[in-house]
Nanobody, 122 residues
Framework: QVQLVESGGGLVQPGGSLRLSCAAS????????SGWFRQAPGKEREFVAA???????IHADSMAGRFTISRGNAGTTVYLQMNSLQPEDTAVYYC????????????????WGQGTLVTVSS
């Protein structure tokens, strides 16, 4: 059983940057696919990025070039670097993990963190 804990959210001005972290325990996290999703008030959960066990990555088209997913050297932490943040990026950001290949579908992820709130506002 994998436990995931996100951190790094907060308030940032438009144009600013944040780096979210997802710390894992309870499993060999480096062998899992890890993903980031977000959910804004009143909206469905949205795919942001994912990284496979071999380091292959996919990013949502709307966020490619601004958001980058990566995995720490120890394999127990996954990061989401977010640049050029805009008010529409305001959401709760969730880390998730699954045993299979990378996918954009949240229903296919087995484990979820509690989320971290990112607010982009001046």
């Amino acid at each position: 059983q994998v436990q995931l804990v996100e951190s790094g959210g907060g308030l940032v001005q438009p144009g600013g940057s944040l780096r979210l972290s997802c710390a894992a325990s309870g499993g060999v996290f480096s062998t899992y696919t890890s993903g980031w999703f977000r959910q804004a008030p009143g909206k469905e959960r949205e795919f942001v990025a994912a990284i496979g066990r071999e380091g292959n990555t996919i990013h949502a088209d709307s966020m490619a070039g601004r958001f980058t997913i990566s995995r720490g050297n120890a394999g127990t932490t996954v990061y989401l670097q977010m640049n050029s943040l805009q008010p529409e990026d305001t959401a709760v950001y969730y880390c998730a993990a699954r045993r299979g290949i990378v996918t954009r579908a949240p229903s296919l992820y087995d484990f979820w963190g509690q989320g971290t709130l990112v607010t982009v506002s001046s």
